[in-house]
């Protein structure tokens, strides 16, 4: 197996390559509006770090979100353009669960990003890191009595951890592509069916048709 995983579901554009035991070589860059620019260099650094060419790739790995709807199509997009050219498979993994694999607490805990619009994407997991609830989106103080004393990581739990008191500020706050393929890859190893690769967006995007506008139509 040589697995390429990558996420722009978090401000973090993050691309890594596992080879079924080990992280080969990752890249990350924090940055909400450059998922577009960024992330195919960042698959070339992680290739040419690893010493190998994208047709050397067995399958992929994308983070289908919860996320902001322009920067997960990045993502999504670009995994479905690698694995139609290369006609290998490719997998998604909701990216809550790339950041509960990377803050390996054994302990019950939350896992909540920043969704914007004073909102949280969240999720509950059990001490081995597998996850209880659907991924949600709420605001933080509809949801206190649940995440209240909570171990709890991410951006989101960072941003409002008047709500999120058991926030570990030493665990991850972004998405990590090493976190992400190495959880991908325990899971096709041991022979679990991963998500199809499509967009968790929860809610509808930002951009819409005005309710009143003009049309226009040819004479």
Request: net charge negative; aromatic share 4%.
């Amino acid at each position: 197996m040589l697995l390429l995983a990558l996420d722009t579901a978090t401000p973090a554009v993050t691309v890594a390559l596992h080879d079924g035991e080990r992280v080969l070589a990752e890249s990350r860059q924090v940055d909400a509006r450059r998922h577009g620019e960024l992330l195919l260099p960042a698959v070339d650094r992680v290739l040419a770090e690893a010493g190998t060419k994208l047709d050397a790739v067995t399958d992929l790995v994308v983070g289908v979100g919860p996320g902001p709807y322009t920067g997960l199509r990045v993502g999504l997009v670009t995994a479905a353009s690698f694995g139609a050219a290369l006609g290998i498979p490719v997998h998604g993994l909701c990216s809550l669960d790339g950041l509960a694999h990377a803050a390996d607490l054994d302990t019950p805990f939350v896992v909540a990003t920043d969704a914007r619009r004073k909102e949280v994407y969240w999720a509950r997991y059990d001490a081995s890191g597998r996850r209880l609830t659907e991924p949600a989106v709420d605001r933080p103080a509809d949801i206190a009595e649940q995440v209240a004393d909570v171990p709890a990581v991410g951006a989101g739990a960072l941003l409002y951890d008047t709500v999120f008191t058991g926030v570990r500020r030493d665990g991850p706050e972004h998405q990590s592509g090493a976190a992400l393929a190495s959880a991908a890859a325990r899971a096709l190893a041991a022979g679990e069916e991963l998500l199809p690769p499509r967009p968790l967006y929860l809610r509808r995007p930002d951009a819409q048709v005005p309710a009143n506008y003009k049309v226009v139509t040819p004479r």
